[in-house]
């Protein structure tokens, strides 16, 4: 049974990733930091159907704990499918964005996916098989006004996601970016009322954390093995 860590675990797109990894039958350790009874919830949920779970907790912007935490979650066997699905936003014009919102949003995003997987690499990399896959947004790859720190930390995190998947591809290990659009129950629904929605999605609709979910677990597959240092955009045709 391998092992899979999903961060932001607790959130709508985190829980229904958690919940399609444990139906193909993996362990998942499902990331929560300040809403530690959501993630337990969402491990109630999936023991309940006859799944394996368990709660892991540390903030990803630090560091030293989130190396305390992984590293014995590697023990004895590796963390071999790491879903980077922690991140937020605060969203305001650039002309008056405060730069400690700033520093959150990257700190979470881009600084998140680091100390959250850099641990695991080694264990992996033994193993001879690996999936990593960062979870974006299409701001990332269009930009969005008022979120202009957003947007740079996604795309940031896309020359990320290239880069190491150069560095894995002889090792058996993929790197993969998916870049979600207007998704139900998500930051984005903040952002875009109904109507605005029709506007903006060729499909004239939000899509749904299950279909994210099925396009991740898709790429945390065997069948997947091809595909590494792609950015996979799932937005209705927006883009």
């Not at 969005?144 to 058996?172: D, I, M, P, W």
Request: hydrophobic residues 45%; charged residues 20%.
């Amino acid at each position: 049974m391998k092992k899979a860590l999903v961060t932001g675990g607790s959130g709508a797109i985190g829980a229904a990733i958690c919940r399609r990894l444990a139906e193909q039958g993996c362990h998942i350790l499902v990331h929560a930091n300040s809403h530690i009874e959501r993630a337990e919830a969402i491990v109630d949920e999936i023991i309940g159907r006859g799944g394996s779970a368990e709660p892991v907790v540390f903030d990803v912007t630090r560091p030293e704990m989130a190396a305390s935490v992984l590293e014995r979650a590697a023990e004895p066997e590796p963390v071999q499918i790491i879903v980077n699905n922690a991140g937020i936003h605060e969203d305001a014009p650039m002309v008056g964005m405060a730069p400690d919102a700033w520093l959150r949003v990257i700190d979470v995003s881009l600084n998140g996916f680091f100390n959250a997987t850099r641990p695991l690499l080694m264990p992996m990399i033994r193993s001879r098989w690996g999936r990593i896959v960062n979870m974006s947004s299409i701001a990332g790859v269009m930009g969005n006004r008022g979120q202009v720190n957003y947007a740079a930390a996604k795309s940031a995190l896309h020359g990320a996601t290239k880069s190491l998947a150069q560095e894995l591809a002889s090792r058996g290990v993929t790197v993969n970016a998916v870049a979600p659009g207007i998704i139900q129950g998500g930051m984005s629904e903040e952002t875009f009322d109904k109507e605005r929605i029709k506007v903006l999605v060729p499909m004239k609709r939000a899509g749904t954390p299950a279909e994210v979910a099925v396009l991740v677990a898709f790429l945390c597959s065997e069948e997947a093995g091809y595909i590494s240092g792609q950015i996979i955009g799932i937005n209705g045709a927006m883009a």
